[in-house]
Nanobody, 115 residues
Framework: QVQLVESGGGLVQPGGSLRLSCAAS????????MGWYRRAPGKQRELVAI???????DYADSVKGRFTISRDNAKNTVDLQMNSLNPEDTAVYYC?????????WGQGTQVTVSS
């Protein structure tokens, strides 16, 4: 069973930056697209960044130009560099495969943007 462990969240002031990291177990990592998702208070979980197995990326409009997703297939990790954070980015962030299918979710990492 694939396990996903997210880290790197925290409290940051508006305009600040954070880098999230996700470690995935399992040999299928390099064969699949990966994504970073987030769930803001009172909202549905949304996909904010995706990276294909070949390294192509795409982003939700709300984070385009501010967030950068990357992956290291040798280490089974996928990172999310977040710049110019604003309070609307406050959420629990998760990584998972794209599509998720029947896979379970990790615990996520809390990102809070506040002055």
């Amino acid at each position: 069973q694939v396990q996903l462990v997210e880290s790197g969240g925290g409290l940051v002031q508006p305009g600040g930056s954070l880098r999230l990291s996700c470690a995935a177990s399992g040999s299928i990592f390099s064969m699949n697209a990966m994504g970073w998702y987030r769930r803001a208070p009172g909202k549905q979980r949304e996909l904010v960044a995706i990276i294909t197995r070949g390294g192509s990326t795409d982003y939700a409009d709300s984070v385009k130009g501010r967030f950068t997703i990357s992956r290291d297939n040798a280490k089974n990790t996928v990172d999310l560099q977040m710049n110019s954070l604003n309070p609307e980015d406050t959420a629990v962030y998760y990584c998972n495969y794209v599509p998720v299918g029947a896979r379970s979710w990790g615990q996520g990492t809390q990102v809070t943007v506040s002055s």
